[in-house]
T-cell receptor, first 113, second 118 residues
Framework: QQQVKQSPQSLIVQKGGIPIINCAYE??????FPWYQQFPGKGPALLIA?????SEKKEGRFTISFNKSAKQFSLHIMDSQPGDSATYFC????????????FGAGTRLAVHP | DTGVSQDPRHKITKRGQNVTFRCDPI?????LYWYRQTLGQGPEFLTY????????KSRLLSDRFSAERPKGSFSTLEIQRTEQGDSAMYLC????????????????FGEGSRLTVL
């Protein structure tokens, strides 16, 4: 019940394409859904996050779509660039907790020039 | 650099040896977390400190693992009698919570300590 399922495991797109990464959860007590970006040899860094009272959040080229009834959320990267090549993790946080992140397994994105 | 720092960045040890990792969080952050990340997987929660108090330990944290944050600042993670299955990246993160409420919900991660057990 505390799992976050992420797909696909890997993704290859051409520059300018729109990669989409999907996540699903079961526990309705999750109330904060961040996406983290990780480059090789680095720790994860927060990219964008959403709370379940909104259906979409956009920051620059990154958009989260959230479907509360389906318990699914996704990350869209508009006009993807080679510099976006990284591993992306969705995560979920339980309400009333202390920011304990439950991560998905990650999606390795490669953006080819 | 005022980010989360971890030391050492890489550690190679033989099975059965003890290892210790250190984490220095962002100075004003009162919350500190340890995660473990294996190849191709997302980080898995190990333990959490609020100031110097260890408030949660994952079932992943066997008796061979011990974490401390003695003065509410830096933290150490010790693994005794290492096993090959302990090989992983050990990530430390910190965050700030005021009056028990998280500031932004963001965790700031260090670059990790990679452990290889031969």
């Amino acid at each position: 019940q505390q799992q976050v399922k992420q797909s696909p495991q890997s993704l290859i797109v051409q520059k300018g394409g729109i990669p989409i990464i999907n996540c699903a959860y079961e526990n309705t007590a999750f109330d904060y859904f961040p996406w983290y970006q990780q480059f090789p040899g680095k720790g994860p860094a927060l990219l964008i996050a959403i709370r379940p009272d909104v259906s979409e959040k956009k920051e620059g080229r990154f958009t989260i779509s959230f479907n509360k009834s389906a318990k699914q959320f996704s990350l869209h990267i508009m006009d993807s660039q080679p510099g976006d090549s990284a591993t992306y993790f969705c995560a979920a946080v339980l309400s009333g907790g202390y920011n304990k992140l439950i991560f998905g397994a990650g999606t390795r994105l490669a953006v080819h020039p | 650099d005022t980010g989360v720092s971890q030391d050492p960045r890489h550690k190679i040890t033989k099975r059965g040896q003890n290892v210790t990792f250190r984490c220095d969080p962002i100075s004003e952050h009162n919350r500190l977390y340890w995660y473990r990340q294996t190849l191709g997987q997302g980080p898995e929660f190990l333990t959490y400190f609020q100031n110097e108090a260890q408030l949660e330990k994952s079932r992943l944290l066997s008796d061979r693992f011990s974490a401390e944050r003695p003065k509410g600042s830096f933290s150490t993670l010790e693994i005794q009698r290492t096993e090959q299955g302990d090989s992983a990246m050990y990530l430390c993160a910190s965050s700030l919570a005021l009056n028990g409420v998280a500031n932004t919900g963001e965790l700031f991660f260090g670059e990790g300590s990679r452990l290889t057990v031969l």
